[in-house]
């Protein structure tokens, strides 16, 4: 089945200690982004990579890190949380040149972590 | 600064009704108006999109309306039904489509 896990898909963790949330998908796709869901603003790019080693800043990149070593993973790094990213994260994956697309370059997302940073 | 501004922010609507929601942008730059809808604890899925090359596109009872001169863009649902109760969130992206803005989601609630 084509799909876009995350791990972990809930995570409660204290200020400052290091954390990774994982994202892996089986498409072959080479657009991966990550986002933040909060409540009355949508949701907001963090992080994108257009392929391996390509990455670059969404909207909201301050105190976030991410890696693209492989084509499928794309981890989240929060190397010192703090409790404004607490939010609803999403992983997706994109490609200009799949077959199961719809649309050109059509998204796909995981099915999100929620993370709570006390 | 929110470079999509959706409205409204929730909607109840009969079944049968249209549900209507609007999007505006002010970024001339963008060239890829898609709709995703997003049911509790899923992730958002596509459900429509438009280029501003063409005024309208429709998808079963989904329809985008797209004003370019205005910039603005709307979801219409027609026949709306209980299955159809989500949130919805237009979004906009550049021609390389890598950079995605959203809007602020508009949650529909349809009522048997």
């Known amino acids: 089945e084509a799909q876009v896990t995350q791990n972990p898909r809930y995570l409660i963790t204290v200020t400052g200690k290091k954390l990774t949330v994982t994202c892996s998908q089986n498409?072959?796709?080479?657009?991966m982004s990550w986002y933040r869901q909060d409540p009355g603003l949508g949701l907001r790019q963090i992080y994108y990579s257009m392929n391996v080693e390509v990455t670059d800043k969404g909207d909201v990149p301050e105190g976030y890190k991410v890696s693209r070593k492989e084509k499928r993973n794309f981890p989240l790094i929060l190397e010192s949380p703090s409790p404004n990213q607490t939010s609803l994260y999403f992983c997706a994956s994109s490609s200009p040149f799949s077959q199961l697309r719809r649309y050109y370059n059509e998204q796909f997302f995981g099915p999100g972590t929620r993370l709570t940073v006390l | 600064q929110q470079q999509v501004k959706q409205s409204p922010q929730s909607l109840i609507v009969q079944k049968g009704g249209i549900s209507i929601i609007n999007c505006a942008y002010e970024n001339t730059a963008f060239d890829y108006f898609p709709w995703y809808q997003q049911f509790p604890g899923k992730g958002p899925a596509l459900l429509i999109a438009?280029?501003?090359?063409?005024s309208e596109k429709k998808e079963g009872r989904f329809t985008i309306s797209f004003n370019k001169s205005a910039k603005q863009f709307s979801l219409h649902i027609m026949d709306s039904q209980p299955g159809d109760s989500a949130t919805y969130f237009c979004a906009a992206s550049n021609t390389n489509f890598n950079k995605f803005y959203f809007g602020s989601g508009t949650k529909l609630n349809v009522k048997p």
């Open positions: 438009i280029r501003p090359d063409v």
């Open positions: 498409m072959n796709h080479e657009y």
